[in-house]
């Protein structure tokens, strides 16, 4: 499944109503309902309810994997599923476990987090954005007042509530709007893609593959 960023994406390439409905109203805010509804008609599969069936199916395995990770990354690693253990919410522990996988990759320059007392500094810096998730903390807990996706420089979606769901949306809207993965977190959604969601999963990068078979193992 190639995708580029291009003008492509205001192209109409099929004449039915949804889609051309969808890909008009970029960049406007969506609904999950529609990112939902737009990747079934795609992928002919269920987007956010098989997504986190089966990230709950693996999580076990993959948290076994994470612990055995040695170095600055796996301290990294420890760092970020530390925050799973301090709270029972089952999209924190989701959100850690992913924050686990992209920190293979480059996670800082795509998962944004900014206080909420700074938001002006935020929608600047949002504004240079390629893709990305963000989200606007509160200063006294750790629920996020918002979590939304940026996609060249637009904020597409928000109130998303988690960054997990925040994920799962952006991977639907690369569907519905046929753009690339991010070059900062590709293997991350190659890895969500092909072995989490078990779609175009023929031909695998060699870390993915590793990783795969750990866990099929």
């Known amino acids: ?35 939902n509804a737009e990747f079934l008609r795609i992928a002919t ?27 600055l990354k796996g301290q990294h690693i420890k760092e970020a599923l530390a925050i799973s253990d301090s709270f029972e919410n089952i999209h924190i522990k989701r959100g850690c476990i992913l924050r686990s ?21 935020a929608k600047r810096d949002m504004a240079n954005t390629v893709m990305g998730i963000y989200t606007l903390q509160r200063d006294v807990d750790w629920q996020p007042e918002d979590v939304g996706i940026v996609i060249e420089g637009n904020i597409v979606m928000d109130n998303l509530g988690s960054v997990i769901v925040g994920f799962v949306m952006l991977l639907g809207l690369i569907y519905a709007l046929d ?39």
Request: net charge positive.
């Open 45 to 71: 599969s269920p987007l956010q309810s098989k997504f986190m069936r089966q990230l709950d199916h693996f999580s076990d395995k993959l948290l076994k994997i994470f612990k055995t990770k040695g170095g």
């Open 179 to 217: 753009l690339s993965f991010p070059d900062n977190l590709k293997h991350t959604f190659e890895f969500m893609q092909k072995v989490v969601m078990n779609l175009d999963g023929h031909k695998l990068n060699g870390k993915i593959e590793s990783l795969k078979i750990k866990l099929f193992d």
């Open 101 to 121: 996988i992209a920190i293979y990759e480059d996670p800082d320059s795509f998962f944004k987090e900014y206080q909420a007392s700074a938001s002006e500094d």
């Open 1 to 35: 499944m190639e995708k580029t960023f291009s003008h492509r994406r205001l192209e109409i390439v099929e004449q039915r109503p949804l889609i051309r409905d969808f890909k008009c109203r970029w960049p406007a805010l969506f609904q999950p309902s529609e990112v």
